[in-house]
Nanobody, 123 residues
Framework: LQLVESGGGLVQPGRSLRLSCEASENLDAYCIGWFRQVPGKEREGVSSIHVSRGMPYYSDSAKGRFTIFRDSTKNAVYLQMNSLKPEDTATYYC??????????????????WGQGTQVTVSS
């Protein structure tokens, strides 16, 4: 399994971006998580979803602004990010694992990672 993220870029505060995580194979058995990392800080879980079972998780910072959804026909999971803030600036990664929880998103539960896509929120 290989994952490729896309959709990052430079955007003004308050605007939206949609990140894509496209896979090389069917994702129905996987939990897909979105994480972000700023240099010098730990990787932070943002959102996750089991591709066939649902069970979405959102971090406190993502609730109400971000939406995760999947398209199993395209082997892809998306992260719609609205009302972006400067503090959302980070490299965003998608990752695959086998365990999803609606309560937590530990990076250690995911063992297949994409290369990341940069999101910069700035005026």
């Amino acid at each position: 399994l290989q994952l490729v993220e896309s959709g990052g870029g430079l955007v003004q505060p308050g605007r939206s971006l949609r990140l894509s995580c496209e896979a090389s194979e069917n994702l129905d058995a996987y939990c897909i998580g979105w994480f972000r990392q700023v240099p010098g800080k730990e990787r932070e879980g943002v959102s996750s979803i089991h591709v066939s079972r649902g069970m979405p998780y959102y971090s406190d910072s993502a609730k109400g602004r971000f939406t995760i959804f999947r398209d199993s026909t395209k082997n892809a999971v998306y992260l719609q990010m609205n009302s972006l803030k400067p503090e959302d600036t980070a490299t965003y990664y998608c990752a695959a694992g086998f365990v999803c929880s609606p309560y937590a998103l530990p990076p250690g539960a995911f063992n297949i990672w994409g290369q990341g896509t940069q999101v910069t929120v700035s005026s």
